[in-house]
């Protein structure tokens, strides 16, 4: 499944945050944004996941229009792991993964010995299968993270939208969860804050800065010093990374 986001603005009052943003993600393509603080990442991701609406512009899935869409049909397209899952009832990690079956259903129907299965099946991708009992508000922010994406993989669409999937985990989950979303099979549109695993993860990288598109490219082709010191004010070194295509990027100071 393919996205498109053709000449997406969106602002508040006189305040602008998104000028006329133009991203392609190809079916079953890992695209990362990247950018500093208050760039319009999350914005941009709200407006395609619908949260927010656009003031002008036009996104599609699939060449289809979101406008044309129902919640339902967006759903069964698109699954999201916001940055911020706040709820305000106590439920269950189950309860909150099989969420996820919500756009299966009908009205009024209940859950099946399948969805049960699918749900166990995403817990134990994320290693949270023996957690399936617990309160979801007992949980760390990590653990937190990880039942929201065992929620996006049950949710079975062929498209995942993340925030800042890897906020709140450590180094072993933060690797472990790229790595599920890398091997999911699906099309990927995510923002990262750390670009080191942005280069090992993605594609392809789309940078934003003060709401508008300055760069798209393969790591390789994008994060070069020159780019990495205009974008966020620091000098670094490139090196060779893990695989073919990565590099990894060593931070030495910030821009006097």
């Known amino acids: 499944m393919d996205i498109q986001v053709e000449q997406v603005t969106f602002g508040i009052g006189n305040v602008e945050i998104l000028y006329g943003v133009d991203i392609a993600v190809k079916d079953r393509e890992i695209v990362g944004l990247i950018g500093p603080n208050g760039s319009g990442k999350s914005t941009l991701l709200k407006c395609i996941y619908r949260t927010l609406n656009p003031n002008s512009g036009n996104i599609m899935l699939n060449g289809r229009s979101l406008d044309e869409l129902s919640f339902r049909e967006s759903a069964l397209q698109m699954a999201v792991v916001a940055q911020h899952n706040q709820y305000q009832f106590d439920f269950t990690v189950m309860d909150i993964v099989l969420m996820g079956r919500m756009p299966h259903k009908k009205l009024l129907e209940g859950d099946t010995p399948e969805d049960y299965t699918i749900a166990r099946q995403a817990l134990a991708q994320v290693g949270m299968d023996h957690m399936e009992t ?123």
């Open 134 to 256: 617990r309160s979801f508000l007992s949980l760390s922010g990590g653990e937190q993270q990880r039942v929201i994406l065992a929620r996006a993989i049950t949710q079975e669409s062929p498209c995942l939208v993340l925030d800042e999937p890897t906020n709140h985990l450590d180094i072993k989950y933060q690797l472990e969860m790229l790595e599920i979303v890398r091997d999911a099979g699906v099309t990927v549109l995510m923002a990262v804050h750390d670009l080191n695993l942005a280069s090992q993860f993605c594609h392809r990288l789309v940078a934003l800065e003060k709401g508008r598109v300055i760069g798209t490219g393969t790591p390789k082709e994008l994060l070069t010093p020159e780019f990495i010191q205009n974008l966020y004010g620091v000098h670094s070194r490139i090196v060779e990374g893990p695989t073919e295509d990565s590099i990894h990027i060593i931070f030495t100071e910030t821009v006097k």
